[in-house]
């Protein structure tokens, strides 16, 4: 069986799909990609100037891209609000959800709404995205995908939730890593939730993009100002990572590969699952904990206001 590549991807002219984060990094070669293949992309960024400039940049490349640029702040619930509202006035279908956008190992800050900014916008943000959407995914003929981007170091990962927020002991690749198992307990969670619901037309994947040489490493060792790791991570990009538009295609596979099912994680087949072609990925027993699951999903409605009108699944659908 051949690699999988974009060319691969199906014929999806005239289908919807949101990316978000899709100005930089993986967002923006996934953009592109869907451009390419004639979907009608959402590019949901927190800058409106940095995302027209990366339409632009995909137009020159896909003449026709068809491509409107959103605001979205996942680090404002307000903002997320606002997005939604405006997203499902101008449209009545949405084939693919694509929560890309991302923080790393930044020093420690908080939301507009208190949270710590990993779990606040890595987890939280997409959460409240993707419940306001639901009913419009929900809606849309045929099947539509929730793809939630995770990372290998959800591994490392365990969720505290006596201290969530990381208000009284904060260390960044500890909150990143609980922000990228969240990711995926969600993801999972969320295709048990709508199974259990019998909705057969909304399917929920995580999936990773191994090792890529993306923006995101970058800004954690910017904002602490240091540039001795910063010259590191450049190095080390070099040498080991594969680029942005190989690691996106993980989060490609996951919102269009037909053979693709609930629940499945996607990541890169090569060398430790850190490059390569996409193909089915194996997440951590902890991602897979449904209890875990259910106690982030009820807390995450709690803090974000926002509800699911979905039963909760049985441990069993998690096993």
Same mark, same amino acid.
């Given at each position: 069986?051949?690699?999988?590549?974009?060319?691969?991807?199906?014929?999806?002219?005239? @289908?919807?799909?949101?990316?978000?984060?899709?100005?930089?990094?993986?967002?923006?070669?996934?953009?592109?990609?869907?451009?390419?293949?004639?979907?009608?992309?959402?590019?949901?960024?927190? !800058?409106?100037?940095?995302?027209?400039?990366?339409?632009?940049?995909?137009?020159?490349?896909?003449?026709?891209?068809?491509?409107?640029?959103?605001?979205?702040?996942?680090?404002?619930?307000?903002?997320?609000?606002?997005?939604?509202?405006?997203?499902?006035?101008?449209?009545?279908?949405?084939?693919?959800?694509?929560?890309?956008?991302?923080?790393?190992?930044?020093?420690?800050? @908080?939301? @507009?709404?208190?949270?710590?900014?990993?779990?606040?916008?890595?987890?939280?943000?997409?959460?409240?995205?993707?419940?306001?959407?639901?009913?419009?995914? &929900?809606?849309?003929?045929?099947?539509?995908?929730?793809?939630?981007?995770?990372?290998?170091?959800?591994?490392?990962?365990?969720?505290?939730?006596?201290?969530?927020?990381?208000? &009284?002991?904060?260390?960044?690749?500890?909150?990143?890593?609980?922000?990228?198992?969240?990711?995926?307990?969600?993801?999972?969670?969320?295709?048990?939730?709508?199974?259990?619901?019998?909705?057969?037309?909304?399917?929920?994947?995580?999936?990773?993009?191994?090792?890529?040489?993306?923006?995101?490493?970058?800004?954690?060792?910017?904002?602490?100002?240091?540039?001795?790791?910063?010259?590191?991570?450049?190095?080390?990009?070099?040498?080991?990572?594969?680029?942005?538009?190989?690691?996106?295609?993980?989060?490609?596979?996951?919102?269009?590969?037909?053979?693709?099912?609930?629940?499945?994680?996607?990541?890169?087949?090569?060398?430790?699952?850190?490059?390569?072609?996409?193909?089915?990925?194996?997440?951590?027993?902890? !991602?897979?904990?449904?209890?875990?699951?259910? &106690?982030?999903?009820?807390?995450?409605? @709690?803090?974000?206001?926002?509800?699911?009108?979905?039963?909760?699944?049985?441990?069993?659908?998690?096993?």
């Amino acid at each position: 069986m051949s690699e999988w590549t974009t060319v691969q991807m199906p014929d999806l002219s005239g @289908e919807t799909v949101i990316v978000t984060g899709a100005n930089s990094g993986l967002g923006f070669e996934g953009a592109r990609a869907f451009a390419d293949a004639g979907v009608r992309v959402v590019m949901a960024c927190r !800058s409106v100037d940095r995302g027209e400039s990366a339409a632009a940049e995909i137009r020159r490349d896909v003449p026709d891209a068809d491509l409107s640029v959103m605001e979205l702040d996942l680090a404002d619930l307000d903002s997320v609000a606002t997005f939604a509202e405006a997203f499902t006035d101008a449209h009545d279908d949405l084939r693919a959800l694509c929560n890309n956008a991302g923080v790393m190992a930044i020093p420690r800050s @908080e939301t @507009e709404d208190g949270f710590e900014m990993q779990l606040g916008v890595n987890h939280l943000g997409h959460f409240a995205l993707t419940g306001h959407l639901l009913d419009t995914l &929900r809606g849309t003929d045929g099947e539509s995908r929730v793809v939630t981007q995770s990372s290998g170091l959800h591994e490392n990962g365990e969720i505290d939730f006596a201290d969530l927020q990381s208000e &009284r002991d904060y260390g960044k690749w500890d909150a990143y890593g609980q922000s990228k198992l969240a990711n995926l307990l969600f993801a999972f969670e969320l295709d048990r939730r709508l199974d259990a619901a019998g909705v057969d037309g909304v399917t929920s994947v995580g999936c990773h993009p191994g090792y890529a040489d993306t923006n995101l490493q970058r800004r954690g060792p910017e904002q602490a100002g240091s540039t001795l790791r910063l010259a590191m991570m450049k190095v080390a990009n070099a040498v080991f990572a594969q680029d942005a538009a190989t690691g996106a295609l993980p989060m490609l596979y996951a919102a269009t590969e037909p053979g693709v099912r609930g629940g499945e994680y996607v990541g890169p087949s090569g060398f430790m699952n850190m490059r390569g072609p996409p193909a089915a990925d194996t997440p951590s027993r902890r !991602s897979r904990d449904p209890d875990r699951a259910r &106690r982030l999903w009820e807390v995450s409605e @709690e803090l974000t206001g926002v509800t699911y009108d979905l039963p909760e699944a049985t441990a069993a659908a998690g096993d």
